[in-house]
Every structure is written in structure tokens, then in C-alpha cells.
């Protein structure tokens, strides 16, 4: 185990400030998220090149389906678009892609077409992209409780859970990192970053940028990690 490591092997990001982005420059909420996926795209290819190896993002969690049916079905829909964008490029970039979350919230034929991006993706060997998308920390913990009974586990130990997390086979992310200035965790992985080093900045999503990132790295590198010991 690393105690001061150079790189994290597994980066996870709470993308906050698309709203806050778009709104400074008097547009829709939704060209805030516009400019929130570029960057996402932008940072998973850098991470990619990086060496890291997961690379996890918060696109919409359960509770943002209560936000207006304008900013809900422009979220849906940039995720459609995402799909035609992106996938060509992942895998070009040997990208394998993982979904977490709960697609019931979404039309059938969305559900239908992230399955199946993220099939295609399945056979790439690089970095994994982990995209939680109606993905809310205590549902998928309730989740795995009523996956495990219902696999006839009757003891639970401190590794049971994580075998029936979305998130099941993938180490916990190293870094979390929080861009927008809010210093909470949102319902996201709670189980998982129970040792996370945890990284918040001002700097508003869509203008997070390399150097933003290579600052939370810095940090990260000065980070004793000591898992409890
Ligand atoms: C939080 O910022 C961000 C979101 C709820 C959406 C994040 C989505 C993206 C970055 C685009 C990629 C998305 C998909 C669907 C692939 P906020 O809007 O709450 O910001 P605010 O706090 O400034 O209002």
C-alpha cells in the first residue's frame, strides 16, 4: 500500500458549477452542462494519458430529477448526444466504460443505448470510466442489501456489501476530488470513500482544467494516507 503516492489510481469527481458557470454568462442551465461534458470528455482523456486507471464522475444523481423537466430532459438528452460523440473516441483511446446507477429512471430506449455503448466499450483494457448516472449512494446501498439476502448471504462482514455495490470489482477511488466550493459528498459512493482523500477547489466545473487538475494532484501527493492505522 502507498503511503505517499505519486498518481492515484483511482480518481472520482463530483462535477459541481455547470449551473453557476452558465448563469455568469447569462445563458440556460444547460450550456453550463454543455460545457460541463466537454470538460468531462476533455479530463477522462487526460486521465487516460495520466496512467490512472479508474476514473469515476458524477453525471446525475437521483435527486436531480426533482430539478425542472427543462434542465432534467436537456440532461437526458446531452446524454443521448454523448453516446454519438464519444463512444468512437473511447475507444479509440482503449477506454472501457461502466454505467452506475439506476437506468429505470430513464426512458427504455436511453436505458437500451447506454447498455449498449457501454458494451461495445467492454472489450477495451485501459482506463475504466465509471459514469454514475441516476446514481444515488443510499439506493445503491439498499440495493446491495436486497441483492445480497437475496442471494442467501446471512452475515455480513466488512467486504460483503461492496460485492453487490455498482461499483463491485473496482477499488475505492484514491481522490475524490469536488469542484464549485460545496465541501459535501452528496449521496456519492459513501460506501465507497469511507478512506478517500478528499480534494474541494472553487473552480466551477466547466473551467476546471488541467491545471486544476494538476493542482489536486499536488495535493494528493502530499497526503499522508493512513487508512485508519
Ligand atoms: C452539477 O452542477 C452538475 C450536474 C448536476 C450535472 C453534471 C453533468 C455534466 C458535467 C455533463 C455530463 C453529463 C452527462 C449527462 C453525460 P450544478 O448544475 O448543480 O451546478 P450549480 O451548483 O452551479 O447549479
Not at 47 to 75: H, P, Q, W
Not at 157 to 176: E, F, H, K, S, V
Not at 201 to 215: I, K, S, V, Y
Amino acid at each position: 500500500m502507498n503511503e505517499q503516492n505519486a498518481l492515484p489510481a483511482h480518481i472520482a469527481v463530483i462535477m459541481d458549477g455547470n449551473g453557476r458557470w452558465a448563469s455568469r454568462r447569462l445563458l440556460p442551465r444547460t450550456a453550463g452542462h454543455a460545457a460541463g461534458l466537454k470538460r468531462f470528455a476533455e479530463i477522462t482523456e487526460l486521465c487516460a494519458d495520466m496512467g490512472v486507471k479508474y476514473f469515476t464522475v458524477y453525471a446525475f444523481s437521483t435527486e436531480n430529477i426533482n430539478r425542472s423537466a427543462e434542465e432534467v430532459n436537456g440532461l437526458f438528452s446531452l446524454a443521448s448526444k454523448a453516446i454519438d460523440t464519444y463512444v468512437e473516441k473511447l475507444m479509440r483511446k482503449n477506454i472501457r466504460a461502466k454505467v452506475i446507477g439506476d437506468l429505470s429512471m430513464v426512458d427504455a430506449s436511453l436505458a437500451e443505448r447506454i447498455r449498449r455503448a457501454e458494451e461495445r466499450l467492454s472489450a477495451c483494457t485501459g482506463m475504466t470510466l465509471c459514469i454514475a448516472f441516476c446514481y444515488g449512494g443510499r439506493h445503491e446501498l439498499a440495493r446491495a442489501v436486497n441483492s445480497a439476502l437475496a442471494a442467501g448471504e446471512r452475515e455480513f462482514d466488512d467486504g460483503t456489501l461492496g460485492r453487490y455495490l455498482y461499483t463491485a470489482g473496482i477499488p475505492d477511488p484514491d481522490l475524490l476530488i469536488r469542484t464549485g466550493g460545496e465541501k459535501r459528498l452528496s449521496n456519492f459512493l459513501l460506501y465507497q470513500c469511507a478512506y478517500s482523500e478528499l480534494y474541494f477547489c472553487d473552480t466551477l466545473w466547466p473551467d476546471f482544467d488541467r491545471t486544476a487538475l494538476e493542482a489536486a494532484l499536488e495535493e494528493y501527493s502530499k497526503r499522508k494516507r493512513k487508512f485508519g492505522r
